[in-house]
């Protein structure tokens, strides 16, 4: 009876090992998109404050505030 309880327990464990696999993949591949990404992110708030400051009267926006969203 023991022989096919450790063949399940080595199953289940093989499953979870490949599912812990394709989460891991799954979050390298979004990280790598959000490296690629946030160069331009960035540069385009810096271009929207820019643009906010040099309007006269108007302020500039509170630090955690985005136009675009984001």
Do not use: F, W
């Amino acid at each position: 009876m023991e022989q096919p309880q450790q063949h399940q327990q080595l199953r289940n464990d093989a499953c979870l090992h490949n599912c812990a696999g394709k989460l891991i993949h799954s979050n390298h591949r979004l990280m790598a998109s959000y490296l690629q990404l946030m160069p331009a992110l960035v540069q385009r708030r810096i271009a929207d404050y820019e643009a906010a400051s040099a309007l006269p009267g108007v302020t500039a926006e509170q630090p955690g505030t985005s136009p675009s969203g984001s």
